[in-house]
């Protein structure tokens, strides 16, 4: 009996129920892409074809000699990385 009552209300309030995605609604907060140490530089994105963006850049986090590497990250619609937090 319990679990309908629950069923019942999750059915009844759903429909009017906020929903909010990962990007954020302050304009002076940015949605972090990659949040590791150094510069990343000349990033590019793309469309990925389902409303989200690939974006791509170079960073020098991981190799000593100067030499940098490059990192890729899609982001879906709702703000959320896709391939990892690294």
């Not at 009552?5 to 309030?13: A, E, K, N, P, R």
């Not at 302050?26 to 990659?34: E, G, K, L």
């Amino acid at each position: 009996m319990f679990k309908y009552l629950i069923i019942s209300l999750l059915v009844f309030v759903s429909p009017f129920t906020k929903l909010y995605s990962q990007w954020s609604n302050n304009p002076t907060v940015n949605t972090p892409v990659v949040i590791a140490p150094v510069n990343q530089l000349n990033a590019k994105c793309i469309s990925d074809g389902q409303e989200g963006i690939i974006i791509v850049w170079e960073d020098n986090r991981t190799v000593s000699s100067g030499n940098r590497d490059i990192y890729a990250q899609r982001i879906d619609r709702f703000g959320f990385r896709k391939w990892g937090d690294s």
